[in-house]
Structures are given as structure tokens and as C-alpha cells.
């Protein structure tokens, strides 16, 4: 007699946004947002060479300091360069430094990361020492140790970034090693007579990388303000520009007066790329967590 | 109880493992030491089922870790087809040649979830211990074998192969399990409190497919769990443990109808529906575990027993037997 | 759907406790949970009622939506009345000195119940001040006090101490003296020995019965296991899928039990006095999901008294003896019950597709 469970309540209850539900394992259109402006970004950086846009470097295509206008989107520099063509030629040196230095540290520091938290013992003392080290050193000092002594390149800065970021993802990745390797199924795996590198491999790599891949997403986003950093430090790639640099460039008391838009557009391509990353990586770990509690759930 | 002694091992050629004065310590803080396992000795027949019975921190999880060298007991020893001439000691192998000789004793363990990679599929899950060891066994038919043992446990291998463990529940994740140590072949198979985490109308189901399995592949099952019912009901043969000493061995049916040692009387009698063997009122004791970094001396049962007496601090008793088939490590067995 | 059970309804005192026809749903991306699915029973003041259910049974639902601790996207249907107040418009209110005080709960791991980073004396006062605005002293006293009373050892030295430094058997009664502190009515404990020691176990339960005893308390007991209740509810509900299969007091369930599930609950556990390797009759399948529930009796793919009616009318809860209801159109010891199983196995098949063979192979061996 009671229709509180009858299909007609249950349909109603379903569209009532107000409670909502228990898990959420969409993206969401913010996702889809923030995934379209790293697509669109890279795309853009690695086809630069053959958009019809300005030479980046070819001085008086427009008047100096040009307001931006119909000629020229974004205005010109000082020097009368274009500055849209130069944002999207800039993001190729941001974002290939950010993108090599975050997979160097992925790489270097989650592998040291899964050895340490799969060994334990001797192994992981060592390891864990070492991160402690990497960690309490000032980053920003290292960085003007390593680009100082051997010059300005970009490998060598990315390789800078990348070792930065070598002992965060240690850390991370030795942590969720840890968590999965006490599971039951490495037991089994190992009872079923595994050797050591196939259970790295097959159980617990599958399960440490989810998390790593969310974070490469959030790690590009912290090397490409850190390449930003390094620029204002006069310290990153000598050879060709990157937004940093050209943040350094506008910033400049007089450009900033005379023409703000110098400094503001690499600014506003730098800011919504790390936004889209940080919010993507975000939501991207967000679902594979949800992911995750819904085992066992049947 | 609680005590050493081996007179309740079988001198049989028929024993298929041996445990012996196996000591299991785990270093905790600076100077000192848990003693989950103290010499404790047991052994299993061939196509026996032996069940390990005794409350949370008794060690009967460690030691059936302890026989499949995960990780290596401290001291004693574990054999396989002792008195044989094809008598291997587990615990003097190391490397390539222990992990050779894994595929002969496999284990189930309690939690189903956690017993299952989640980010594989059955049909990789099942197969894992074929696909390791492809060289020695080339004319398996990997995708047959694995039909049949997800068949033999009672999923539908077309259903099942391809889906990832969270799309089950907690009782098919335990056929699975099973499965996967079937898939090998194994001689022994141990089970670590294997239906515990499940519900208990599920329960039932997993131990009768366990004893089918036991008949269908000629397996020898050590079966550990803290319920005394599941227990008596899977075994032939039971070990109860209190604090890492075996108090009591014997014939499941002797052992539970005629309960010697003074703990496995408060186990009966705390039971919800309590044996008629026992009088309920022999459940009241202390409620207090010692601590396994340091255990009382003598007996390590004499700090929550009724009978105890100075020679129970002083003297740790010896197993003895008690009847055919019935052995008892204790001062003073018997009913009160 | 009957409504009421009718159970404790010719008891001449009013209950204490009386849930009509309670529905809790959750609503999921698969669809809307039914939790619970038209519960009712009435509770009289100084009894024991045992709730015995599977994980998914409803069982924890229920005592949760008593003590008004579901999550809010939870949707709750039903009467719940206390004393002639009605608990759902208490909860609406915001009435903060009903639960806690008046109806309180042990859950089944007591580290949930427990602050980890304060003292155990703390914890105890704390309520005590909170809800009866004792002083610190008289709250501190008072604490000493409860922790004699649930047999904790030293318990003047315990108030100092933090819960870590326990036993889980101790920590359990420390949750207990809490929820005892305001002198409350009702008690539900929910699986309170589930996580305990076997020998713990037995104290725990002991004790929780002679402080019902001693305070003329009322107390719901919910566990998984009918051997728990067996000697300690004066009323027992089984339930199944968010629904109450049976409800009848202790004796008459456990003598002339009705419903096929009980009966299997029953037969599917080993118990202690079983000789080794008896064989045991299994529940195939196992619990249905509560997301788009089928017609029909929820067990019906698992029962071997399954008739065509059994898959397609809910079976409503119906008095089959004094003091005694149960939802089933097959009941177990009638003449309905014993044809429909009697045609099954004639047919080796039920209604629902379930082989029969599965139980007369053991039945046969038994």
C-alpha cells in the first residue's frame, strides 16, 4: 500500500538533483574544459613552425609596442615582435622543459620509489635516505649549482626540474607501493613462485601508475612555473624562449608601464595551462580513486 | 599451556609436511621481540585436513606464512615428505631452488578483496601461476586450464575470464582464489581464515567446494580459523594455539568431544551456543591477552587459567598424550 | 504490502519502541538502494529484540535510522515512535538531548565510538556534561563509576589512560559505560562482539544482558549470527534484503520456524557438537542487489520451497501463531510448504531455475 518504493517514487527520487548520490564518477564538463585548452595548447606549441603566424624572432612586423589589435592579437614587444606568435612559440619551450623534467622525475623517482617501498629493509633505508637529503636541500640552490656548472641548455634544465621533482614522487610512489604491496595478492603472486621483478611488474605497477598518472598532469603544471622560475633567475635555456623568459622580458619597470600586454599574455597562456593541469590531474585522480572504493562493492 | 614437545608427531611415511620446533620472532623497537610463534611442531597426512584453531594473536597465521617461507621462520624446520627419500627442507632453501618447489603448496587467504589484484582480469588472475612457470610446464593448455578450475569452483569461465575482480562478490572473489591456487596443481593447499570475511549464508558454499576440490585434485588442506564450529567441520586432524605454543593436538572428533587442555575448554564454552561437552560456566576468564613481547613464563596460558598453580609459572609443560591420537601440553588436562 | 506486523500489538503496555513500516533508500548512480523495505515492530520496555541479518540485510540501516545517523542523501519513509514521541520530527528539529541520552548505540568496532587522541575519562565525562551539565568532579566520578560497572579492571587508572592502550575487549566496554552514562533507555548494539575474541566475546554479551537486566533496559541486538541471540532476545527478527522474513520470540522461532531462510540460516552454519565433516547444506547464489528489485519474495532464487507465486506476489507479512509472523507463501512445516518443496524436488529444478540437486545430494547423505 505504501508506494514510497513503487517505480513512480523511486523515477522521482532518481532526477531529484538535491540529494544527489552517493558516487560521483563523471569528470565533468570542467574536465572536458581544461583537457581542451591542454589539447589545443600543445597541439598549437608543436605545429608552430607551420601555423600561419609571425616569425617569433623577425623584429618590426608591427610597430614598437603596439597595443593589441587586428594586425597583431596580442601586440608586439619593444623589439616589434609578434607577440601571439611568440606565446605559442614560448609554450614549446615550457612546455617540453615541463613535460621531460616531470616524466624524468616519474620515472626516476617512481621506480625508486617502488623498489624502496617493495624491498623495505636495508634497501629502503638507503633510498628513503637519499630523498631526505634531495629533500631538505634547497631546491632553487641545486638548480643554480647544476644550470650554473653546466650551462644553459635545455636537456640540462630539464634534467634540473626533473631531479627537483625526483624525491616528492619517490615518496608518493614508495607510499602507495607500500599500501599495495602488504595486499594479499602479492602474497599469492609470490606463493605462486614469482620472482621479485614480476610482481613489480604485474602486480604492483599497474597499481602505482594509476596515481603517478594523475600526477604527471599536476607535477607539469609545478615544473612549468618552476621553469618560470629559473627564467626570472636569468637561468633557464639560453637558446630560444619560454614563457618565463618572456614574463622577464615584459616585466622589465618600463615594457610593464609602456605595454603591459608584453608581460600579460605569456602570463594568462602560463596560468590557464597550469590551472587546466592542476584541475585536470585533479579530477583525473578524484575518478580512478572513486574507482578504487567501488571494489567489492557489487 | 601452552607448551614444547613433539611427542604428537607421526612417524609415518605418509606425512606429506613437517613442522618442527618452528620459532617465529619479530623484532619490535629497540631490544625487543615478538614471539608470535614458539616452538611449535605439527604435521599433516597425506589428503589430511588439518585445522589450526585459536584466538586473534595466537600465531596461526604467522605460522602458516611461516610454511610457505613468507617470510623465513627464525628457527626449526619445515619439511616436505619427511622421512622420504624425496624429503625437501622448505626452510634450508633459499632463491631459485625454494621458488621452485612454491607451486607444490599454495595458500587461500582471509580477505577476498585484497586476495585479488584489482587491476587484472580473472581470466590473468587465475592463469598468473601458469604463465610463470610456461617453461616447465609447455604442454599446458593455459586457456583450458584455466576453464576447468573456474568451472570446478563454480564460475562460468565465458562469464567470468574477462571481468576485473570488483564486478564480484566476496564470495566468488574467494572461488576465484581458489581457483588460482588450483590452476598450479599443488599438493597442499592452505587456507588462512578463508570464509571469515564472508557472509554467512556464503560460508557454507565455499567450505563444500573446498571439500570437493580436497576429492577432485587430491589436495591436503591445512585449514586455519578462529571459529571452533568451521573448524571441526572441515578437519580431520586439529591444532589449537594460544600466545605461539600449541596447547592441544588430536583427531577433530576425540579433541572436540573430549577437550583436555584447559583452553580449548573456555574456547568450547565460550562458543555463542556453547558445547555440551563443557559447562558454560568454564568461560569465565580473564579477558586480558599478555603481551607476545613478553609472555608469562612456565605455561603462557597461566595467566587467564583456572587450574593454574606454581608449577605452572615454573615449568613449562611438555606435550604429552593424552589418548589414541590426543595429545595435550598441560599440567593438569582432563575435565575439572 | 501489510504494514504492521501486529506483533506485541496485544501487549497491554504501549511499547517502548514502535517502527511502522520503515523504507530507507540511497540513492546511487546505479539507481535507488532500498536499504530497508517496509519494516515495522514494536519494542515492549524491558525486552530484548535480536535482529539477525547478512551484511546487506537492512539490519544496520535500520538501527542507524534510529539513532538518526544516516547521511543525508538518505531517503527515510515510516513512522519511528519512542515513548509516544515521534523520533523522525525529533530529528528534524534538531533535538539534541534524545539520542545519546534517551537511545544510544554500540557499534561494532569500538575505535569508531572513540576519540584516539583523548582520555578515556574524558571521553565518558564529556557526554555527562554535555547532556546532564554535570561539573567536571561530579563528571569525572561519575566516569569512574560506569567503568566499575562494565567490570573494567583499575578503572580509575583506565580514565587516564587513551583508548590505543586497550584491548579491543576492554575498549568495548569502555564504548559501553559511554552509552550508559545518561541512564538510557534503549540500547542498540549493533554486531558488538563481531570484532572480539571468541572468549571476549562471550563476556561482552554477558555483560550487556545484566546491565539490561540490572537497569531494566530495553535493548535491540543485531548480529549475523542466530547462536548470538539464540539464549539472549526475548524476540528475534530475521531479515533479508531490507525486508523481515520472520519475527516471533525466542522459543517459538528456533521451535517451529517458518520461513525458508531461517530454516537454512540454520542449517547452512556448522555447529560445534556436529561431528567433522558433516556436510552442510549451502544457500546457492547469493543476496540479491537492491538496486531495480525483482517481484516477488527476494529469496525465492535461493529457496527450495520456491513456488511460481514466490516469483511474482511479494509475499506479505502475515500472523502464522501467536507472537509470530513471517512473510512466505511456502512456509516451512505446512502443507503449502512441504508440497512446494515436495514438487521441486520431483521437478529437480525450482521456479526460479535453482537445482535441486544441490540440496538432496546432501539431505540424502545426512
Known amino acids: 500500500m505504501d508506494d514510497l518504493f513503487g517505480m513512480e517514487a523511486a523515477r522521482g527520487w532518481e532526477s531529484d538533483e538535491q540529494f544527489g548520490s552517493i558516487v560521483i564518477r563523471r569528470l565533468g564538463p570542467g574536465f572536458w574544459l581544461a583537457a581542451a585548452w591542454i589539447v589545443f595548447i600543445v597541439t598549437a606549441a608543436a605545429l608552430a613552425p607551420w601555423l600561419p603566424i609571425a616569425d617569433p624572432n623577425e623584429t618590426g612586423v608591427g610597430g614598437r609596442m603596439e597595443a593589441p589589435g587586428w594586425s597583431n592579437w596580442f601586440g608586439t614587444d619593444n623589439n616589434g615582435r609578434d607577440m601571439f606568435a611568440r606565446t605559442i612559440w614560448g609554450a614549446r619551450v615550457s612546455l617540453v622543459v615541463g613535460f621531460m623534467s616531470i616524466l624524468l622525475g616519474i620515472f626516476v623517482g617512481g621506480t625508486l620509489g617502488m623498489i624502496s617501498g617493495y624491498f623495505r629493509g636495508m634497501v629502503d633505508r638507503v633510498i628513503s635516505f637519499v630523498v631526505f637529503v634531495l629533500l631538505a636541500y634547497p631546491g632553487l640552490v641545486l638548480a643554480l649549482l647544476i644550470v650554473g656548472l653546466a650551462g644553459q641548455t635545455l636537456p640540462i634544465v630539464a634534467t634540473t626540474l626533473g631531479i627537483l621533482a625526483i624525491a616528492p614522487i619517490a615518496r608518493l610512489s614508495r607510499a602507495t607501493t607500500l599500501a599495495y604491496a602488504e595486499r594479499e595478492f602479492v602474497a599469492a603472486s609470490r606463493v605462486l613462485g614469482a620472482t621479485d621483478q614480476r610482481i613489480m611488474v604485474h602486480e604492483l605497477l599497474p597499481n602505482v601508475l594509476i596515481p603517478m598518472g594523475a600526477l604527471t598532469l599536476l607535477g607539469m603544471a609545478i615544473t612549468i612555473v618552476a621553469e618560470g622560475g629559473l627564467a626570472f633567475l636569468g637561468l633557464s635555456v639560453e637558446e630560444g624562449f619560454s614563457w618565463g623568459k618572456m614574463i622577464v622580458l615584459g616585466s622589465a619597470p618600463r615594457t610593464l608601464r609602456e605595454g603591459p600586454w608584453v608581460a600579460m599574455f605569456p602570463i594568462g597562456a602560463m596560468f590557464v595551462t597550469v590551472l587546466s593541469l592542476n584541475y585536470a590531474g585533479d579530477r583525473l585522480r578524484e575518478y580512478f580513486d572513486v574507482r578504487e572504493i567501488g571494489i567489492g562493492q557489487s | 599451556m601452552a607448551g614444547s614437545g613433539t611427542a604428537q608427531l607421526r612417524e609415518s611415511d605418509k606425512m606429506v609436511l613437517r613442522v618442527e620446533n618452528l620459532v617465529m620472532e619479530f623484532p619490535a623497537g629497540i631490544h625487543q621481540v615478538v614471539h608470535a610463534v614458539s616452538d611449535i611442531s605439527f604435521d599433516v597426512q597425506r589428503g589430511e585436513t588439518l585445522g589450526i584453531v585459536g584466538e586473534s594473536g595466537c600465531g596461526k597465521s604467522t605460522t602458516a606464512r611461516a610454511i610457505v617461507q613468507l617470510p623465513k621462520p627464525t628457527s626449526g624446520t619445515v619439511l616436505l615428505d619427511p622421512g622420504t627419500d624425496a624429503e625437501i627442507e622448505l626452510t634450508a632453501k633459499e632463491g631459485e631452488e625454494l621458488r621452485a618447489i612454491r607451486p607444490r603448496i599454495q595458500m587461500i587467504f582471509q580477505d577476498p578483496i585484497s586476495s585479488l589484484n584489482p587491476r587484472r582480469r580473472v581470466r590473468d588472475i587465475v592463469a598468473e601461476g601458469l604463465s610463470i612457470w610456461r617453461e616447465e610446464y609447455p604442454d599446458v593448455d593455459v586457456e583450458a586450464q584455466v576453464d576447468e578450475v573456474l568451472t570446478a569452483v563454480g564460475l562460468d569461465p565465458e562469464v567470468a575470464a574477462s571481468r576485473r575482480p570488483h564486478q564480484f562478490s566476496g564470495g566468488q572473489c574467494q572461488r576465484i582464489s581458489i581457483a588460482r591456487a588450483l590452476a598450479l596443481n599443488p599438493e597442499i593447499l592452505i587456507c588462512d581464515e578463508p570464509v571469515s570475511a564472508l557472509d554467512v549464508s556464503v560460508q557454507a558454499q565455499i567450505i563444500n567446494i573446498l571439500e570437493e576440490m580436497k576429492e577432485r585434485y587430491g589436495l591436503t588442506l591445512i585449514f586455519i580459523s578462529h571459529d571452533l564450529s568451521v573448524v571441526r567441520n572441515v578437519s580431520d586432524r586439529v591444532v589449537v594455539m594460544y600466545l605461539g605454543k600449541v596447547c592441544e593436538v588430536g583427531d577433530s572428533n576425540t579433541l572436540f568431544s573430549e577437550p583436555a587442555h584447559p583452553y580449548t575448554r573456555v574456547l568450547l564454552a565460550s562458543a555463542p551456543e556453547p558445547s555440551a561437552v563443557v559447562d558454560e560456566s568454564e568461560s569465565a576468564i580473564g579477558d586480558e591477552l599478555p603481551s607476545p613481547m613478553d609472555p608469562p613464563s612456565g605455561c603462557r596460558f597461566r595467566t587467564r587459567c583456572p587450574r593454574t598453580t606454581g608449577l605452572c609459572a615454573s615449568e613449562e609443560p611438555v606435550m604429552a598424550k593424552v589418548g589414541l591420537d590426543h595429545f595435550v601440553a598441560c599440567h593438569f588436562p582432563g575435565s575439572p | ?366
Request: a negative charge; one cysteine or more.
Open chain 3, 1 to 366: 504490502m501489510c504494514a504492521k506486523s501486529g506483533l506485541g500489538k496485544a501487549d497491554m503496555a504501549a511499547p517502548l519502541l514502535s517502527v511502522s513500516n520503515l523504507h530507507v533508500g540511497f540513492a546511487t548512480e546505479k539507481g535507488l538502494v532500498r536499504a530497508v523495505d517496509g519494516v515495522s515492530f514494536d519494542l515492549t520496555e524491558g525486552q530484548t529484540l535480536g535482529i539477525v541479518g547478512e551484511s546487506g540485510s537492512g539490519k544496520s540501516v535500520t538501527a542507524k535510522t534510529l539513532m538518526n545517523l544516516l547521511p543525508s542523501y538518505a531517503r527515510v519513509g515510516g513512522s519511528i515512535t519512542f515513548d509516544g514521541r515521534d523520533v523522525r520530527a525529533m530529528a528534524t528539529e534538531g533535538e539534541r538531548h534524545f539520542w545519546g541520552v534517551e537511545m544510544t548505540m554500540v557499534f561494532q568496532d569500538p575505535m569508531t565510538s572513540l576519540n584516539p587522541v583523548k582520555r578515556i575519562g574524558e571521553q565518558i565525562a564529556e557526554s555527562l556534561r554535555v547532556h546532564l551539565k554535570r561539573t567536571r568532579s561530579e563528571a569525572k566520578d561519575e566516569a569512574g563509576d560506569l567503568l566499575q560497572q562494565v567490570g573494567v579492571p583499575e578503572p580509575r587508572k583506565r580514565l587516564r589512560q587513551y583508548p590505543h592502550e586497550l584491548s579491543g575487549g576492554l575498549r568495548q566496554r569502555v564504548v559501553i559505560a559511554m552509552s550508559l552514562a545518561c541512564s538510557p533507555r534503549l540500547l542498540i548494539a549493533d554486531e558488538p562482539t563481531t570484532a572480539l575474541d571468541v572468549t571476549v566475546q562471550k563476556h561482552i554479551l554477558d555483560l550487556l544482558d545484566e546491565l539490561r537486566e540490572e537497569r531494566g533496559m530495553t535493548m535491540i541486538l543485531i548480529t549475523h549470527d542466530l547462536g548470538v541471540v539464540r539464549g539472549r532476545a526475548d524476540q528475534i527478527m530475521v531479515m533479508y534484503a531490507g525486508r523481515t522474513m520472520e519475527q516471533a520470540d525466542t522459543a517459538t522461532l528456533f521451535s517451529q520456524m517458518r520461513h525458508p531462510y531461517t530454516e537454512a540460516l540454520l542449517e547452512t552454519i556448522p555447529r560445534i557438537d556436529m561431528a567433522s565433516h558433516t556436510r552442510l547444506i549451502p544457500i546457492p547464489g547469493m543476496p540479491p542487489e537492491l538496486v531495480d528489485v525483482p517481484d516477488g519474495c527476494l529469496f525465492s532464487q535461493r529457496c527450495r520451497s520456491c513456488s511460481d507465486s514466490c516469483l511474482t506476489d511479494q509475499p506479505p507479512l502475515e500472523v502464522c501463531g501467536p507472537m509470530h509472523v513471517c512473510a512466505c507463501h511456502t512456509p516451512v512445516g505446512t502443507e503449502a510448504g512441504a508440497a512446494a518443496r515436495a514438487a521441486n524436488r520431483e521437478a529437480g529444478v525450482t521456479p526460479a531455475g535453482l537445482d535441486m540437486g544441490t540440496f538432496t545430494a546432501v539431505e540424502e547423505s545426512a
